[in-house]
Structures are given as structure tokens and as C-alpha cells.
């Protein structure tokens, strides 16, 4: 499968504690996206990297939200100190990006969905 | 995502045609995505056009982009219980990288 994989799909977590999502990215793609998305709403964009560097950071990524991308490859989300509003799928996406290409088709993973109690 | 508009449901026959309707705000937008989510699960990629494109068709799907105003639609052909599932519209501003999605659309197919 070179899909976008995202562990884990679920996760239930209480009131406080800190959870962590992975994503792997498909191969070779250079931009790596994260998005929430809750009951009834469309993705909402949260941050987006190219390669290693964090190029953008949505209003919504809170300072209890943290991701990396260490070496460019894969990416982790960690969400710190979670809250109920916290609760959400949160999916990550890839593309190829390159001044060439305007097309930077962006592919979703499955999502992982977080539920905070 | 309130800057692209959806209406939230569609309901349709097997067999019959779909049209699935969207507006954006951005003129500058540059690409405009139709994905396909099925409940539990991320988002398809179903079809994309060019912002200089009037229209794509790739087998059962139709894109129509009317870029004055601002009014994308995608069209199935022959729509089958299937298809049922939520359809995003979403657009990409010229100069960002990153998408902005509409709240989707729910297609429920009866046979």
C-alpha cells in the first residue's frame, strides 16, 4: 500500500493527557499536511510542511498542539494536555509539490479519529 | 470552510443523474477539488480542474466551472448506491499550498 498511513485510527484518551498521531507520508512526496475535521464540517487546515520545515500554521493549532517532521519524512502530531473540544478526526495529507507542477495534488490518509472524555 | 458553500444533501435514485453544486469566494483560486468521503474513512481525490477550464469529464464524473460566478458543480452519471457518501468541494488559492473545504454535501442513493 503507498497510500498516506496514519496510526492509530482511534484513540480514546482522558481529559488532560497527551496523545500523539504518525503519519507516513506517500514516498517522496515533499509537503505534508495536517487537518481536523469534526462532525458535520469539511477539513479544516491545521499546519503544512515541506520536507523538514513547518511552513504554515493554521490560527487553530493552539500552543498545546505541536508537530514535527523530523527528517522530512514521516510527521507526529502531539496534542498536550487534551480537552473535549480536542475531540475530532484528524487527518494527514501529502503532495508533490514543485514550481513546476500547480497541480500539488494533495492525497488524504484514513485519518486518526480522537475522542477526549 | 465558509468561504466555499455546499448544500448539505442530495438524495437521488440508482440510475439517475447527481449534480452536486458549490461556490467559492476566491477569484484568485487557482485549482478546485471534488473529494468523496464514506463514513469512518479520509477523503478520496474523485476529480480536479484547471481554474482556466470550463469543463472536465472523467467517465461518470462532469466538472463544470463557471469562474465568473464562481459556481463549480460535478456531475455522476449513472449514479449508483455506491456514490452514497459525502462530497467535498474544496479550492486552492493562487500562492498557498493548502486547501479550503466546503462543510460537504451528503449524497444518499436509493436503489
Known amino acids: 500500500d503507498t497510500g498516506v498511513s496514519q496510526n492509530p485510527r482511534h484513540k480514546i484518551t482522558k481529559r488532560g493527557q497527551n496523545v500523539t498521531f504518525r503519519c507516513d507520508p506517500i514516498?517522496?512526496?515533499?509537503?505534508l499536511y495536517w487537518y481536523r475535521q469534526t462532525l458535520g464540517q469539511g477539513p479544516e487546515f491545521l499546519t503544512y510542511?515541506?520536507?523538514?520545515?513547518?511552513?504554515?500554521k493554521s490560527r487553530l493549532l493552539s500552543d498545546r498542539f505541536s508537530a514535527e517532521r523530523p527528517k522530512g519524512s514521516f510527521s507526529t502530531l502531539e496534542i498536550q494536555r487534551t480537552e473535549q473540544g480536542d475531540s475530532a478526526m484528524y487527518l494527514c495529507?501529502?503532495?508533490?509539490?514543485?514550481?513546476?507542477?500547480?497541480?500539488?495534488?494533495?492525497?488524504f490518509g484514513e485519518g486518526s479519529w480522537l475522542t477526549v472524555v | 470552510g465558509e468561504d466555499v458553500e455546499q448544500s448539505l444533501f442530495l438524495s437521488v435514485r440508482e440510475g439517475d443523474s447527481s449534480v452536486i453544486n458549490c461556490t467559492y469566494t476566491?477569484?484568485?483560486?487557482?485549482?478546485l477539488y471534488w473529494y468523496k468521503q464514506e463514513p469512518g474513512a479520509g477523503l478520496q481525490l474523485l476529480t480536479y480542474?484547471?481554474?482556466?477550464?470550463d469543463m472536465k469529464q472523467d467517465q461518470r464524473l462532469t466538472v463544470l466551472l463557471n469562474k465568473k460566478d464562481k459556481h463549480l458543480s460535478l456531475r455522476i452519471a449513472d449514479t449508483q448506491t455506491g456514490d452514497s457518501a459525502i462530497y467535498f468541494c474544496?479550492?486552492?488559492?493562487?500562492?498557498?499550498?493548502?486547501?479550503?473545504f466546503g462543510k460537504g454535501t451528503m449524497l444518499l442513493v436509493s436503489p
Open positions: 495529507a501529502s503532495s508533490l509539490g514543485s514550481r513546476t507542477d500547480l497541480r500539488n495534488t494533495i492525497y
Open positions: 514516498s517522496e512526496h515533499n509537503r
Open positions: 510542511f515541506q520536507n523538514e520545515a513547518q511552513l504554515e
Open positions: 476566491d477569484s484568485s483560486s487557482t485549482y
Open positions: 480542474i484547471f481554474s482556466n477550464m
Open positions: 474544496a479550492e486552492r488559492r493562487s500562492g498557498y499550498s493548502t486547501l479550503t
